[in-house]
Nanobody
Framework: QVQLVESGGGLVQAGGSLRLSCAAS??????MGWFRQAPGKDREFVAT????????YYADSVKGRATISRDNVKNTVYLQMNSLKPEDTAVYYC???????????????????WGQGTQVTVSS
């Protein structure tokens, strides 16, 4: 049974940092990613990497402030977010795909599995 469990969200002041974790079970995945959804807004892509961790993509809004990484032994993906801004406030979702590649991994519909989400709130 596939399961993605996020952790690490919380309340942080602007300029602070958080590290989100997503523990995956059930199988290995071609790519894993992070998406977020703020109140009243559509879900948006944040970051993704392939199974080797060598190929990564970031949304322009987080580029330079976020780092996605994975530990294949633990089957866990991480999202380190620095210099957080109030506009980063959202529910962050971990996702896993068995088939996406390259730019296709920026698109939510190309992911088979999703976690339940973890809230990140950045206060000004």
């Amino acid at each position: 049974q596939v399961q993605l469990v996020e952790s690490g969200g919380g309340l942080v002041q602007a300029g602070g940092s958080l590290r989100l974790s997503c523990a995956a079970s059930g199988r290995t995945y071609r790519a894993m990613g992070w998406f977020r959804q703020a109140p009243g807004k559509d879900r948006e892509f944040v970051a993704t990497l392939d199974w080797s961790g060598a190929s990564t993509y970031y949304a322009d809004s987080v580029k330079g402030r976020a780092t996605i990484s994975r530990d294949n032994v633990k089957n866990t993906v991480y999202l380190q977010m620095n210099s957080l801004k109030p506009e980063d406030t959202a529910v962050y979702y971990c996702a896993a795909s068995t088939y996406c590649s390259n730019y296709g991994c920026r698109v939510g519909r190309n992911y088979n599995y999703w976690g339940q989400g973890t809230q990140v709130t950045v206060s000004s």
